[in-house]
């Protein structure tokens, strides 16, 4: 004949002969409580119930937590995709200066670029602890996703503010070598 669970588990050392008794007594008191008609709590079974929820919340919490990384690091490779491709990578020799934070940086820029910058038609973006120089469109498809990647885009001037700003301040001569 077959030996009882119980008796596998005490010949095997996993239980001892007190825990055999105080299982049984258990089971006893349990099935006396039932046909009384007693609410029987089953507490293993509740704690079993509790410790799966909770595990289930925690899970639930780490995917959330990963998803949400995992989204902030497609957003960093769109943004530094956009700005390789469109980034203008030739350099003059002519200092712009710009603001970055408390910080004033200096970028070497051609001419023509350093106008198209004060004008706003192209845009300077932090990446990587660069400075790179893209046009405007590109400047705003990253401000869409990452704001804080644009260091400068300047408004784009109007002509007739530019105009009147010509005609206001004609009387002075500025010198040739003041650049900021």
């Known amino acids: 004949m077959s030996k009882s669970m119980q008796d596998q588990l005490r010949q095997a050392g996993l239980a001892s002969k007190k825990q055999e008794v105080s299982a049984r007594k258990a089971k006893n008191t349990r099935e006396k409580m039932q046909r009384k008609g007693q609410d029987v709590v089953n507490e293993a079974a ?17 995917n959330r937590a990963r998803a949400a990384e995992a989204e902030r690091h497609a957003i960093a490779a769109q943004v530094r995709q956009l700005v390789e491709l469109n980034r203008i990578g030739e350099r003059g ?6 603001t970055e934070g408390s910080a004033i940086r200096t970028l070497m820029v051609e001419e023509q670029q350093r ?13 990587d ?34 105009d009147s700003e010509a005609d206001e301040y004609a ?3 500025v010198p040739d070598d003041l650049m900021w």
């Open 171 to 173: 009387g002075y001569e």
């Open 93 to 98: 020799d002519i200092e712009f200066r710009f």
């Open 129 to 162: 602890g660069r400075h790179e120089i893209v046009p405007r469109k590109v400047a705003e498809k990253v401000a869409e996703r990452d704001a804080e990647a644009v260091i400068l885009m300047n408004a784009r001037s109007t002509a007739e503010s530019s």
């Open 115 to 127: 106008r198209a910058l004060v004008n706003g038609k192209l845009a300077i973006i932090g990446l």
């Open 46 to 62: 509740d704690r079993a119930r509790q410790a799966q929820d909770e595990k289930v919340a925690r899970d639930r919490e780490l």
